[in-house]
């Protein structure tokens, strides 16, 4: 069974400032996502990662993806305001029925302060 | 992008009624669809997976008798909560799996907040 953990679960940031969520995922994934969701909103999609070494990059975001150390990470530069939302990632799998699914990290709520 | 669309996107109901959410895929066709729930200040719990022209699978611990799920076709999945709780209040997400050339990725309704009284 996937189990998916983020950390940090809160993240209190200057404008300005970088920093990294860290997903780790704890059996083979098929792929690793990764969601934005704003209050009272669903998800929206950010990253999909497909193989080790993955990068990808969309403004402010950067994501990438280790297999072999079952590590994903979420880079943010220089952050502003707008990018305050909670992030999640989640790993793709196949369940013992056959379908796939995705199984969710908990979530790291991000705040950029002036 | 591709667009999965929920309704109604809110709704209020009395202990003991029966709610029905829909979720479509606006521009392509869905084999799968998945309903997840999300408790307040919680991550997405996946119920159950909905594969069109076949019953549904489960998660362990999700009432299938309680929480009826329709996917009459490639674009229309359907959940059925029963007999309503307040404990049953909550926000569920549907979404939609789309293949489209190497990988694939789950595109998200955007959510129905159920409040039962």
């Known amino acids: 069974e996937l189990k998916v953990e983020q950390n940090p679960l809160f993240l209190s940031m200057q404008e300005g400032k970088n920093y990294t969520i860290y997903c780790n995922y704890s059996?083979?994934?098929?792929?690793l996502y990764w969601y934005r969701q704003d209050p009272g909103k669903s998800l929206e999609s950010l990253f999909v990662l497909l193989s080790n070494g993955a990068v990808k990059q969309e403004g402010r975001l950067m994501a990438s993806l280790d297999t072999k150390a079952r590590l994903s990470t979420l880079h943010i530069t220089a952050a502003v305001h707008d990018l305050s939302a909670t992030y999640f990632c989640a790993g793709g799998s196949y369940s013992g029925a056959g379908s796939y699914q995705l199984t969710f990290g908990k979530g790291t709520k991000l705040s950029v302060i002036p | 992008g591709a667009v999965v669309s929920q309704h109604p996107s809110r709704v209020i109901c009395k202990s003991g009624t029966s709610v029905k959410i829909e979720c479509r895929s606006l521009?392509?066709?869905?084999?799968?669809m998945f309903w997840y729930r999300q408790f307040p200040k919680q991550s997405l719990m996946l119920m159950a997976t909905s594969n069109e022209g076949s019953k549904a699978t489960y998660e362990q611990g999700v009432e299938k008798d309680k929480f009826l799920i329709n996917h009459a076709s490639l674009t229309l999945s359907t959940l059925t909560v029963t007999s309503a709780h307040p404990e049953d209040s909550s926000f569920y997400i549907c979404?939609?799996?789309?293949?489209?050339?190497?990988?694939?990725?789950?595109?998200f309704g955007p959510g129905t907040r159920l409040t039962v009284l």
């Open positions: 979404s939609a799996r789309r293949l489209a050339g190497v990988g694939d990725t789950q595109y």
């Open positions: 521009d392509f066709q869905a084999t799968t």
């Open positions: 059996t083979t994934s098929d792929r």
